[in-house]
């Protein structure tokens, strides 16, 4: 061949089957579709990982989710609101009449507590008198109370009082001469007062055997009642009253025999169903205003579970599309660091707070129409969701510059926080183990474990310190000495040292990430991939029409698989 002269590849003539065939003109086109694949692949992962604004800018299409979203924030905060006012009127109707009950039933109650119990007794008359005067006041109860009560039935589905009794077995004590005769094993002994035999015999139940007490072997006395009632004041906020079980318990403590009874009143109330309910207003059309705005706000978080499942699921086939490609090309696999990147872990958020919401949502509407009464249960699923919605705004504040420091800061620092909490926590448990077991006879704040653990707590904060010193008893000063060597001991290694480390990994992450915005991040396999895109796009500003007609064809009937994460 002469020099200067290309080599050219010619058609050559197949004179068997006519048809003329071009060298390399297949490798060509199969090496032009990988290019194809490869410019498409890069356009979906640049589309992914766009914010919704940036998005809209590129394809001009509508952020549904994040509509969505500010669209859920708004309606699950009222629901909760809603909610949150109309549980406070159960809880304020169960406080207002435990209350009552003290002051109806317990004789001689001061209108404030004592410690644990309500009140105690001092005397064998006072114990008496206490105890006839709860069971009088019980049968006189319609005529001396304020409120809508009624009499209810117990476990025993009989209307009236349950009085219980424990004493050791035998025994005799003789403290003068420092003797004790006693069989530790502990009788039950009940009985059963009718409403209607205290009716009509009001003396007869006195002189029963029952209430000769021995308070020398008297361990506690317990008197269990049922009562009913109508919460009325749900009516002013144009709702379906509630009716109330209330199972009252009321405790005369002996078990110290240290000459003072401690008397305890305990209410345990529960809502039931009402019958019969005739009430004529408006109420009916509030009640059904609610229950269509739940049932909207159940359809808004269906829609946001669809959507975000869908796009988790979408991201996993774009995952796994990465994956080959890079196997395929690179003949290695992709880093950990970079499968974890096509997981939002936000959309993992939004999904269960919108399960939360959907089940609260049901439970609220069943409690509203009075078909159910725990409202526990509900308050813990709205109220948990609700949280869960607003941490999630934190996502769309991390599309700014400023407020993403903060997010990255905490993404960095959280694992390396939980594991100086799980050292700084054996130290805390020892103190806390340490000082009930010491402290406890000599200070209210030390006498169970979790008070012990909420007392350190606050001292960590820097709160009620002097309190916490000076409320130690001085009986002992082996005990007194060392609560100054273990309380001086805790506060300076705990705010001094451990919150000062704790303090220094938050810091120095937020330094490292300071240096990583003003330096660059490290790149990962997946950052180099689409940085290869940009400098080709830099290099190449305006691509072969042919390359690019195929791209925007092919781009047209892919555009069903992209993952849209707005």
Not at 39 to 68: S, T, V
Not at 531 to 544: F, G, I, L, R
Request: charged share 20%; proline share 2%.
């Amino acid at each position: 061949m002469p020099p200067g002269v290309e080599a050219l590849d010619l058609p050559i003539w197949n004179g068997a089957s006519g048809v003329s065939r071009v060298p390399g003109h297949r490798n060509a086109m199969a090496h032009l579709d990988c290019e194809v694949k490869e410019e498409c692949l890069r356009e979906d992962l640049k589309f992914y990982f766009m914010n919704p604004c940036e998005k809209y800018r590129a394809r001009h299409q509508i952020p549904w989710k994040l509509g969505l979203q500010i669209l859920k924030i708004v309606m699950v905060t009222a629901q909760l609101i809603r909610f949150g006012l109309s549980n406070q009127l159960v809880v304020s109707f169960k406080e207002d009449n435990t209350i009552a009950f003290k002051h109806l039933f317990l004789k001689g109650y001061a209108g404030t507590d004592e410690d644990d119990y309500s009140c105690s007794v001092y005397t064998q008359e006072d114990a008496y008198e206490s105890i006839f005067f709860t069971i009088n006041q019980y049968c006189q109860l319609k005529n001396i109370s304020l409120g809508i009560l009624g009499y209810g039935k117990n476990e025993d589905n009989a209307i009236g009082l349950k009085v219980c009794k424990q004493h050791y077995k035998k025994g005799a004590m003789l403290p003068s001469n420092e003797t004790l005769n006693i069989d530790s094993d502990i009788e039950l002994d009940c009985i059963h007062l009718d409403l209607q035999v205290l009716t009509k015999n009001p003396q007869d139940w006195k002189n029963s055997s029952f209430f000769r007490l021995e308070f020398y072997r008297l361990l506690q006395v317990e008197i269990t009642f049922h009562l009913k009632g109508i919460d009325l004041q749900t009516i002013h906020s144009r709702e379906l009253p509630d009716c109330f079980l209330f199972r009252n318990t009321i405790t005369f403590d002996n078990k110290a025999h240290s000459g003072k009874i401690k008397i305890y009143f305990d209410s345990d109330a529960s809502i039931e169903e009402c019958k019969d309910l005739n009430i004529s207003g408006s109420i009916q059309k509030n009640t059904q205003y609610v229950l269509v705005f739940d049932a909207f706000v159940i359809v808004i978080c269906l829609a946001s579970l669809i959507l975000c499942t869908r796009s988790i699921v979408l991201a996993l086939r774009l995952r796994k599309r990465f994956l080959n490609f890079f196997l395929e090309k690179y003949k290695r696999r992709v880093c950990d660091t970079d499968q974890w990147k096509f997981i939002n872990r936000w959309y993992i958020l939004v999904i269960i707070s919108d399960i939360m919401t959907i089940i609260g949502s049901v439970l609220k509407m069943e409690i509203k129409a009075k078909n159910l009464t725990n409202y526990d249960l509900c308050s813990i699923l709205l109220g948990t969701s609700t949280l869960l919605v607003w941490v999630g705004v934190i996502r769309y504040l991390g599309y700014f510059q400023t407020y993403n420091v903060l997010i990255l800061t905490m993404q960095v620092s959280f694992p390396k926080v939980l594991r100086f909490c799980a050292c700084a926590g054996m130290i805390y448990l020892g103190y806390t183990f340490c000082g009930w077991i010491v402290l406890g006879p000599y200070h209210d704040k030390f006498e169970d474990l979790d008070t012990v653990a909420e007392c350190l707590f606050s001292l960590v904060n820097g709160d009620d310190m002097f309190a916490t010193f000076a409320q130690i008893q001085q009986k002992s000063i082996l005990v007194w000495l060392f609560s100054r060597l273990y309380l001086y001991s805790f506060i300076s290694l705990f705010i001094y040292m451990i919150l000062s480390l704790f303090i220094a990994l938050i810091t120095d992450s937020y330094d490292t990430i300071k240096k990583y915005q003003q330096n660059g991040f490290p790149e990962t396999d997946l950052q180099e991939f689409l940085q290869e895109c940009s400098s080709k796009e830099e290099v190449q500003k305006e691509p072969p029409a042919f390359l690019s007609c195929i791209c925007c064809h092919r781009r047209k009937g892919s555009d069903d698989h992209l993952i849209l994460t707005s």
